[in-house]
């Protein structure tokens, strides 16, 4: 099938979708719930290929943990659906109403965007996630995964579009694209004929290559450098824990922290927990001269018995550059800028973050508000890890990204966020004068 009948039949589906009563969609998102579950063994044999050549191929332990599934990812797969269905229904909700004095009595209702368009990277989970949100707003949906996922995602897909055929008779309300030629890529970016509005879902290079070449009106997700600061009010004990949570949890995700800002004054008293902390899980340091000096005097006394793991870490710290302040490492690395103010702090983030997900450690009102409303990203934390961005947590249900743009949508993207609205106007038969 060429990529203007993937197209065609999108738009085509996305017609009947509009007809669609709740009852429709959540039975039908039930009943898909339960294919992933049928087909468990099947979508876990194809992720085993899939890991077995990203292995091969040498990928990053962080991206191969992006590509793994498990029993457990499926059955979340499945109980997110669930929770989808449980959602309110946001179509056809009246934003609001009101009467023109020339007679007009106008609404503004909530609709669904039409024809949605996906590319990502990596995450087969994806795949089911993007669905359910798009479906359940209205929505048909076409899917670009990478070559990496292809296996675990074409059977995702199937179960996926056996569902909808037994319940509504639309299996095309959700296509997966399987070529990997780039020349059907560059194709799927000019369907806006067909595609109301396409999200990526990746790395930089795959944003910054559908940003620039798309005709379809892009959302964009933005990648994950997210901070933290500590600032010189922070209670130490309470915040090493936030740290080693941000950084270690999970490395390969876009709201894992990258990059650590300290308060000069508060340094070295951080660094003394935080080191032990970190060590057990080899987080590589890349600090500034401040921070070395700091661990050079620290490790002179009170590491000087340390445990290796420690001593490891000591001897491997590097020095940082601006390079490394701008990457989202997705790794057991740890970029770390000294600061001598609140100020200074909030002016290193907005300098080197990708508007997604910052957070200040502090107990000083002044240095939280400020950074509150100074810091330019779509989600800003206080004394919490950034790893709370998420559709979940958030109670939105499954997410399709993390917006870090500023138009239509930003931070979690969840149902609304798959919607546009309409204006219905009535009248007793006026004609305008």
Known sequence: MNIYEIGH???????????????????????????????????????????????????????????????????????????????????????????????????????????????????????????????????????????????????????????????????????????????????FMRLNRYIDVLIPRGGSGLIQAVIENSTIPVIETGTGNCHIYVDESADVSKAVPIIVNAKTQRIGVCNACESLVVHDSILKELMEKLVPALAPFHVELRCDEACVNALASLSVGTFLDADEDIQKMLTGVVRVSDDDYAEEFLDYILSVKTVNSVSQAIDHVNIYNTKHSDAIIAEDKYAIDRFKKEVDAACVYVNTSTRFTDGYEFGLGAEIGISTQKLHARGPMGLREMTSYKYTVESDYLARP
């Not at 890991?51 to 040498?58: E, K, L, M, P, S």
């Not at 659906?81 to 946001?90: G, Q, S, T, V």
């Not at 909530?110 to 949605?116: E, K, N, T």
């Open 9 to 187: 039949r999108a738009k085509d589906a996305s017609y009947l979708m509009q007809k669609l009563t709740s009852t429709d969609k959540n039975n039908t998102l039930e009943e898909a719930a339960v294919a992933l579950l049928n087909d468990c063994e099947r979508i876990l044999q194809a992720n085993t290929r899939d890991i077995a050549a990203a292995t091969a191929a040498g990928m990053h332990p962080g991206l191969i943990d992006r590509l793994r599934l498990s029993e457990e990812r499926v059955k979340s797969m499945a109980q997110g659906l669930r929770e989808i269905a449980l959602l309110p229904d946001p179509i056809d909700e009246e934003l609001e109403s009101f009467e023109r004095p020339n007679g007009l009595r106008i609404k503004k209702i909530r609709v669904p965007l039409g024809v949605i368009g996906v590319i990502f990277e990596s995450r087969p989970n994806v795949t089911a996630d993007a669905f359910g949100l798009c479906f359940k707003a209205g929505n048909a949906i076409v899917l670009k995964g990478g070559k990496d996922a292809l296996n675990s995602n074409k059977e995702i897909a199937h179960s996926l579009r056996s569902a909808l055929a037994r319940t509504i008779n639309a299996p095309d309300a959700l296509q997966l694209i399987e070529s990997s030629d780039r020349s059907f890529m560059n194709e």
